[in-house]
């Protein structure tokens, strides 16, 4: 378990984890949760105090994925990824789509696959060209990602 993690939560995600049936582990795991009720997206003001290190961004669907690879900053998430870059705060990205074929999870345990399409897979290699920005595929990626963010700071 991870400590010292604030969570935020747009307003489909606060949606999805009921749906997948997350909301228990959530509350349980006692961090801090800023959920998307705001235009303004306030908390993003917690980057110029420099309370963070690395910004987790997990999953990011290709609709965030375009807006972030763009320079869009019209959600909670996609303001994060913004201040977060303009503050040099370092990024990792798990990408829904990464690959011509994927197996994604869907409610209720199925499995779907899916084709991302051309320009859902360009937008991901052009984020990927950001300075700061890891962008990982699937769990295990991202857990050793974040591990070894955290081990640069020990």
């Not at 795991?29 to 987790?56: C, M, N, R, W």
């Not at 320079?71 to 798990?94: C, E, M, P």
């Not at 779907?112 to 991901?124: A, H, M, S």
Request: hydrophobic residues 45%.
């Amino acid at each position: 378990m991870l400590e010292n993690v604030d969570i935020f939560l747009s307003l489909a995600a606060a949606e999805i984890i009921k749906q997948y049936g997350f909301q228990a582990q959530l509350d349980a795991a006692g961090h801090k949760i800023y959920q998307d009720k705001t235009a303004s997206s306030v908390p993003v003001e917690l980057f110029y105090a420099g309370k963070y290190h690395t910004l987790v961004i997990a999953p990011a669907t290709s609709n965030t994925i375009a807006k972030m690879a763009y320079g869009f900053s019209d959600s909670l998430v996609t303001n994060l990824f913004a201040q977060a870059g303009k503050t040099r705060v370092a990024s990792i990205i798990f990408a829904c789509d990464t690959a011509p074929e994927l197996e994604s999870e869907a409610p209720r345990d199925n499995f779907v696959n899916v084709y991302p399409r051309k320009i859902d897979l360009d937008n991901v290699t052009k984020l990927a060209g950001f300075e700061a920005i890891k962008i990982v595929a699937d769990i295990n990626s991202l857990t050793d990602a974040v591990h070894t963010r955290l081990n640069e700071f020990k």
